[in-house]
């Protein structure tokens, strides 16, 4: 493959795994990062009037379970729920068909029965996606090392989704692989990569210098113009992450600031309700979600998006938002 294709996945393919990685985020903002991304750009959308007649159409037949008018939290929840599996289930189907899998037999890591299943090997992934160059240990490049390090998460991630050790992922383990933060079985590799990034000296904690450090390096320059963005940046560690105030954040308080315990779906339910609730009750009706359409865009299930999306394809990874 030639290298100036391969250089190109490799970086479609990092956004993928790696959300941006413009400083660690929580699975509550990879999932808006991944719903964002979803949705054309404004002059690549169809008009006012079919997002509008869209949006109603699931209001009646998929949000409000009990044709009572109104879309409760509970109801949003289940339904962002539907809309989330959509998304992850549309880029894993995307990516596998772009790797093009081999058929093997394959011993369960549930039985002892082998099967004929769908598998992909490290090495052929590593070759369909890294440039050539990759093993080298030394390169001009100056984001070489960051490549490299990449690179070594990916070994481990992929050691720690192959749930049977057999070096090759089929399906359900690839998942595990380019979305650990969907499985509580692997979840926990995004707070181990966190302090791994961020903890500079090593002692297993993330210093507020080492923290602003990372935010620093990794935030776009137009962000860092803003003159509050250390004060914002520094108020966040001190007030939300560091939970039992010794300024430094332990790995538990990585753990709850990226994997939090509440439910992201509900806390996301919440957050549309306030967006558009003008009558205050907790609830949202059809005309209340119409008023601010533009708001409630991540409530359309993926496959009404690809129409309009021009770089969607089932052959080619698509960029999201990950990790």
């Known amino acids: ?41 404004p002059d690549s959308q169809p008009s006012y009037e079919e997002i509008k007649k869209k949006l109603s159409q699931l209001f009646d037949q998929e949000i ?3 044709s009572d008018g109104l879309a409760t939290v509970t109801e949003l929840k289940k339904w962002i729920e539907v809309v989330h599996h959509k998304l992850i289930e549309d880029n894993i189907e995307q990516q596998w068909a772009y790797y093009k899998p081999e058929v093997q037999e394959v011993h369960s890591w549930e039985g002892y029965n082998p099967e004929q299943k769908e598998v992909l090997h ?7 996606t890294y440039p050539d160059n990759i093993a080298e240990e030394d390169n001009s490049d100056p984001n070489f090392k960051n490549y490299k390090n990449m690179f070594k998460r990916a070994e481990r991630r992929w050691k720690y989704a192959d749930r049977n050790s057999d070096s090759v992922l089929v399906k359900d383990e690839y998942k595990d692989f380019i979305h650990p933060e969907e499985s509580d079985r692997t979840k926990e590799i995004l707070v181990d990569e966190a302090m791994e990034e961020m903890d500079n000296d090593n002692n297993g904690e993330v210093t507020l210098e080492e923290y602003m450090n990372h935010i620093n390096e990794m935030s776009p320059e137009e962000e860092k113009t803003n003159p509050e963005f250390a004060q914002v940046q520094q108020n966040h560690f001190i007030t939300y992450l560091d939970k039992n105030k010794d300024s430094v954040l332990n790995k538990d308080e990585l753990k709850e600031w990226l994997v ?21 009750d907790e609830k949202l009706s059809l005309d209340e979600l119409l008023e601010s359409q533009d708001r409630y865009l991540s409530l359309i299930p993926p496959e009404f998006w690809h129409q309009y999306n021009d770089d969607h394809s089932t052959t080619t990874p698509s960029t999201h938002e990950e990790l």
């Open 1 to 41: 493959m030639n290298s100036l294709v391969k250089v190109w996945i490799f970086c479609v393919l990092l956004d993928i795994i790696w959300c941006h990685e413009s400083s660690f985020q929580s699975i509550e903002e990879m999932d808006n990062h991944l719903h964002a991304d979803q949705i054309p750009a």
């Open 260 to 280: 939090p315990s509440y439910d992201k779906h509900e806390a996301e339910s919440w957050r549309l309700i306030q967006e558009g609730d003008h009558n205050q």
């Open 64 to 66: 409000d379970k009990d």
């Open 122 to 128: 490290w090495e052929h992934y590593v070759n369909m």
